[in-house]
């Protein structure tokens, strides 16, 4: 089953826009994570927020979390082509371990 | 790069088959976590092992199982394979809460 939605399915920017997409879970989480996703590639771990985090940066990402509505956005600035891929937010609710659940994922196109 | 490897990196089954996909964690890494990614889709949690034990498990049948080794190298075998099965199988490792997956084995059920 599903944990995470994200939104939108699809985005479609220009060199130099700011991107932003949202993700929406439905249970309590110990953390949210980004990942990243080139032609059905492995995924590249972006930035992991914890559930008592409000806001996180690493170089053009911005990651926000409000455990109150149970959403997360994510937000790249100053895209570049090479930022043209699939992004996933993942939900860490397993108590035992890291199972991480996956949305099905907002797809990026940046055109230069 | 990861460090995470998997082999092979396609493979073409028939239905009713079976299959083995290999994983070899990252350096340092005792946890190993499986996932099944359809087209279109994110991927699906199917299991995870912590030092040889399986440590959680998603919603796939018994015909999905797995092994993790001393060295904390894992397989995932599927037994009676479906059309269904076709997909990314995606493995992670991890010693804290990060997971870094490698570049995942494309599976095709004919």
């Known amino acids: 089953s599903q944990q995470g939605e994200e939104d939108p399915q699809a985005l479609s920017i220009q060199e130099g826009e700011n991107a932003t997409m949202n993700c929406s879970y439905k249970t309590s989480i110990n953390n949210l994570q980004w990942y990243r996703q080139n032609s059905g590639r492995g995924l590249v771990h972006l930035i992991l927020i914890r559930s008592n985090e409000r806001e996180k940066h690493s170089g053009r990402l911005r990651v926000t979390l409000d455990t109150s509505k149970k959403s997360s956005s994510l937000l790249i600035t100053a895209s570049r082509a090479a930022d043209t891929a699939s992004y996933f937010c993942a939900t860490d609710i397993n108590q035992a371990g890291t199972a991480l659940i996956f949305g099905k994922g907002t797809t990026l196109s940046v055109s230069s | 790069e990861t460090g995470v490897t998997q082999s092979p990196t396609h493979l073409i089954k028939t239905r009713g088959q079976q299959v083995t996909l290999r994983c070899s964690s990252q350096s340092g890494h005792n946890t190993v976590s499986w996932y099944q990614q359809a087209l279109g889709q994110g991927p699906q949690f199917i299991f995870q092992?912590?030092?040889?034990?399986?440590?959680g498990r998603g919603n796939f049948p018994p015909r999905f199982s797995g092994l993790q080794f001393p060295n904390y190298s894992s397989e995932l075998n599927v037994n009676a394979l479906e059309l269904d099965d076709s997909a990314l199988y995606l493995c992670?490792?991890?010693?804290?809460?990060?997971?870094?997956f490698g570049p995942g084995t494309r599976l095709l059920v004919l």
């Open positions: 092992y912590y030092r040889e034990e399986e440590n």
């Open positions: 992670a490792s991890s010693s804290q809460e990060t997971q870094y």
